[in-house]
């Protein structure tokens, strides 16, 4: 009976390499998650000039609305660090919310091919930057439950994983439930 | 199953702290008969998992199925080994094929056309969101023309998927009702459903072409001249009785077996497809305008109509026949879409 505490050994040493690398895997996979993210919000603010260009013309008497657009879309670009840019860029879609509550007064402009082009692109857009937040916020949680659970918490210990930050969504947005359809 | 819980409509046995019917869905009401079908209200995640357990269950049940009746039929010719290493060799060509050309096939029969940017911008747009809340790379989309409102998804593995819509499903859902259909394919391409329906199909079909081997053989070629060994006698003409009956029955259990885990891949579907979108009612309202419109495909036949979110050939009602079924009535899963909702019925 020797080769019992052999094969304990193997079985010990695979469980400590699996674990370790569905840790990589994980940590990995948040930060192509927060790459995502951040391709979507990139692909936003290049998308907002060409809305204001082909609208501001119509809209003469909204001047303010698309200034307030225009103004949160600069500030989303520069902003810098995690927090700053979260708040700057839910700034940007509640700007973004009035804009198109105001274009719903413009028949002609609703007409226009190219402003429901723009913004069926936009509202892809918006969606893609929420899924992709929902989906990092779902990895992190994955890695952070692992990471704090026995037995693995024994290796995340030991490799210093540490628990990543949830990206959180602006107060508006987590006070919009989703509307019945019928 | 100890204990258990026959099923007042189907009298199938389910475990006895079942909410419902495994087979044919019916609610288990707690006290007395309430008239009202309810579905139960399940979260996201564990209604994915039990249905996920199930299939792998049915899966198992299948193959066994098919090894069986190889061993069987060996040991009526003498050798079991020989028997399931016949079975082992059909499977593997069949699985091949399959395999190799599966999902290329299936999109060619129903004249489904790539698209890649342009007019159908919107249906892109959702695909994106969707693969981007499942985490998976970016599938093929392709269109059907069709009035009818479809769609399926095909690929072996999530990095070459495809996913296939029909015209009129685009023209009627709106985007969010579209998000939830999409979610729904997703969902199968994510849990490898398509390999999973790939692998079935090949099963049952290798269960069918090897019970009517066997059939053949022993009713047209059944001559003395072939030598039958020394192991003849009363054990084998058992064994051959025994082949006969297994070979008649198990194309039939084989099929019902791949409707199960058809109608269990669907819920899982739906469910985790409510987990991408958050937002179950969206495919409910979607499989509502799909029940009312109509859901015919061009090139339809019974080969692929498992494939579908709604089978183009049958409609299934609360009250048709669970067990023949490729898909749970329309009726149910939106009832379960919207128990996840938190709404009742």
């Avoid at chain 2, 064994?239 to 099929?255: D, K, Q, T, W």
């Avoid at chain 2, 149910?332 to 909702?341: D, E």
Wanted: net charge positive; glycine share 8%; proline share 4%.
């Amino acid at each position: 009976m020797q080769w019992i505490p052999a094969i304990l050994a193997i079985a010990i040493v695979a469980w400590f390499v699996g674990t370790y690398n569905r840790l990589v895997r994980l940590r990995n996979q948040i930060q192509n998650a927060w790459h995502q993210i951040e391709v979507q919000l990139k692909r936003r603010h290049d998308l907002i000039p060409n809305l204001v260009e082909v609208v501001k013309d119509y809209m003469s008497y909204e001047q303010e609305t698309l200034a307030r657009v225009v103004e949160a879309r600069g500030a989303a670009v520069s902003a810098r660090g995690t927090a700053a840019q979260a708040k700057a860029e839910n700034a940007l879609t509640e700007s973004l919310k009035s804009l198109f509550a105001v274009v719903e007064n413009y028949p002609d402009l609703k007409a226009n091919q190219n402003v429901a082009s723009l913004q069926e692109e936009l509202t892809g857009t918006e969606n893609k930057i929420s899924f992709a937040r929902q989906y990092y916020n779902d990895s992190v949680m994955t890695f952070n439950n692992t990471i704090q659970s026995i037995p693995s918490n024994v290796i995340a210990s030991v490799f210093d994983f540490r628990p990543s930050e949830y990206f959180e969504a602006g107060e508006e947005a987590k006070a919009v439930p989703k509307a019945d359809l019928r | 199953m100890g204990g258990g819980r026959a099923c007042p409509k189907c009298g199938t046995v389910n475990p006895a702290d079942a909410a419902y019917c495994n087979l044919c869905q019916e609610p288990f009401s707690r006290k007395g008969d309430s008239p009202v079908r309810r579905a139960p209200m399940l979260p996201f995640n564990e209604a994915a998992a039990s249905n996920i357990r199930r299939s792998r269950l049915l899966f198992l049940l299948l193959f066994a199925a098919f090894f069986g009746l190889g061993g069987i039929v060996g040991k009526v010719y003498g050798s079991v080994p020989m028997g399931l290493s016949l079975a082992l060799i059909l499977y593997a060509i069949l699985a091949s094929t399959a395999y190799f050309s599966g999902s290329s096939i299936v999109l060619s029969i129903h004249d489904a056309k790539e698209t890649d940017s342009g007019e159908h911008r919107q249906l892109l747009n959702v695909v994106e969101e969707m693969k981007i809340a499942a985490g998976l790379p970016m599938p093929k989309v392709y269109v059907m023309e069709s009035q009818g409102m479809n769609a399926f998804a095909a690929g072996r593995k999530p990095g070459e998927a495809a996913i296939a819509v029909t015209t009129g499903l685009l023209s009627r859902l709106n985007r969010e009702e579209l998000q939830g259909v999409i979610a729904h394919e997703m969902a199968h391409v994510k849990s490898r459903d398509t390999l999973h329906n790939i692998c079935a199909a090949v099963l049952v079909g290798a269960i069918a072409l090897l019970s009517d081997m066997f059939l053949r053989d022993t009713f047209f070629f059944r001559g003395r001249s072939r030598a039958r060994g020394e192991g003849g006698g009363r054990g084998n003409v058992a064994f051959l009785l025994l082949g006969i009956v297994l070979a008649l029955l198990a194309p039939l259990a084989a099929r019902l077996l791949q409707m199960s885990i058809s109608r269990q891949r669907e819920y899982h579907a739906d469910a985790a497809g409510a987990e991408f979108t958050r937002n179950p009612l969206g495919l409910a309202s979607a499989l509502e305008k799909i029940s009312r419109e109509g859901a015919e495909v061009p090139g339809e036949n019974r080969g692929t109509q498992h494939l579908f979110i709604v089978n183009p050939l049958r409609a299934f009602t609360a009250d048709s026949s669970a067990l023949l079924s490729t898909h749970p009535s329309t009726e149910l899963r939106i009832q379960r879409l919207r128990a996840m909702a938190g709404l009742g019925t």
